[in-house]
């Protein structure tokens, strides 16, 4: 168990200007935390929300901050955008007597493949998975590699393991895409999960879309009675869609072991 | 501390910042919307400060807040909080970093941003923001930020380098005006440099002109 009773963690979230689900599980992982007593001080901080990187390290009272990005994999927001608008220089930024540790995105964590089976097994209770398509389905960007990257190691380990009769991914904005999913998949029954942080717009809203589960964009999750009704029934095949992982409660702990993983990997630079 | 710092200004008689009223109580303090002022007994009783980001979600009909500082909090309830640390925690459910920012500035730890040099570190989707005007970022931001139905915060930061917000009217840039217009004791609600809001919003004008 860590503790860091003199030092801020701070994670930040995407957010969102449209969908309110979209920065609910880093409120809820930063409550948790929060809860635990670990840290001087727990913050969240939004790229669509308030408070804004430009505004959350004057919230801060602590000298000794830690930085999660609540981010399911590296790429641009985290190796642009977040360090851009804390204005950080490197893993470790030392300004006005403080010292700012900038973490690994928590889908670094090798427990994501393990969330991952557990969100798939959940979403489809009782169906073979020697019968099933798994369908790992992410954001992917022109803007950074990475982003499609850490959803195709996923999809790679997953893929050995040979529970599943097919391990398949799918993106948002590069091939192969998510509207395509009847042609990439030979199952009957596929099962699709999100390597999303939140049930947020592009994973609650947008992807049933692209699925063909719903026919235009619903109103967010927690406005809605029923999360889903799986499986939905689409051109002979039983499709059955998962929340997204970044809502699992052990996500707390990934975010604690993200900052034990930093202090180890950075052991030298902060003695400097 | 910023929390002891917010008890001296409330004893100094502070008691208000943007739509909330907040004063002492017997066991701790209170805090609610101002326009209930009078009506307390009327209202619901929370006593979490993380009750504070669920009341600040949705507008009284329901819709999404994605700007703190709009002028439509919903009105109807009241927080009972047992010390001064829940009651900060609150305002910055309300209205993130306020008081923080104002502290800060106060004490010259920061500078207001303006305009231009927000939009010209953007990349990506709003990279194209760069190519906005100074006439089009002037009647945007009178427009989007305005105190009646946008935002609440003071704008203390201009359009170019060196150049104050003086397009805008000298009341939207004075921290000692209660932007709500009731003159009251209230907390300075800076805004110290453009939101995302207002830099998607510096999108969709750029978009629309080069159409």
Known sequence: MIEKRKSALVLVGHG????????????????????????????????????????????????????????????????????????????????????????????????????LLRRARDAAPGVPPEKTSLLIVGHGTSLNQKSAEAAHQQVRVIREKRLYAEVMEAYMEEPPFIADWRKNTSQKHVVVVPFFIADGLHSYQDIPVLLGIESARTAAASQQEIFRRNPYSLDGRELYYASAIGTEPLMADVILDTVVRFDRKHLYDLAA | MISDELACLIRDGYNALGELGFAESLSGYRLYHWADRNSLSQARVYRSSKDAREIAKYDSSGAYRPLKGAP??????????????????????????????????????????????????????????????????????????????????????????DH????????????????????????????????????????????????
Not at chain 1, 19 to 32: G, V, Y
Not at chain 2, 133 to 149: P, W
Not at chain 2, 165 to 172: Q, T, V
Request: charged share 25%; aromatic share 8%; with cysteine.
């Open chain 1, 16 to 115: 969102s200007t449209l969908n309110p689900d979209s920065s609910a599980p880093t409120f809820q992982h930063a409550d948790e935390i929060d809860r635990r007593g670990l840290f001087a001080e727990v913050y969240c901080t939004f790229w669509k929300q308030e408070p804004s990187l430009r505004e959350v390290l004057r919230m801060v009272e602590s000298d000794d901050i830690y930085v999660v990005p609540n981010f399911i994999s590296e790429g641009y927001f985290t190796e642009t955008i977040i360090p851009r608008e804390l204005e950080l220089t490197g893993p470790v930024t030392r300004r006005s007597g403080k010292v700012i540790k900038y973490c690994e995105p928590v889908g670094n964590d090798p427990r994501m493949i393990d969330l």
């Open chain 2, 72 to 161: 439509n909090l919903p009105r109807g309830w009241v927080l009972e909080l047992p010390n001064i640390n829940d009651l900060k925690r609150a305002l910055d459910f309300f209205y993130p970093g306020a008081i923080a920012t104002w502290l800060a500035f106060r004490e010259g730890k920061t500078e207001p941003v303006c305009l231009r040099q927000t939009l010209n570190r953007q990349t990506g989707m709003y990279r194209v923001t760069r190519k906005l005007t100074a006439d089009q970022a002037q009647s945007l931001v009178r427009e989007a930020c305005r105190s009646d139905s946008r935002c609440l915060r003071t704008i203390l930061w201009g359009i170019e380098p």
């Open chain 2, 164 to 211: 104050p917000p003086d397009f805008l009217p000298a009341s939207k840039s004075d921290p000692t005006v209660d932007q709500t217009g009731q003159k009251r004791a209230a907390l300075p609600f800076l805004c110290l440099e453009a939101c995302n809001l207002l830099v998607a919003a510096a999108r969709t004008t750029v978009k629309k002109t080069s159409r």
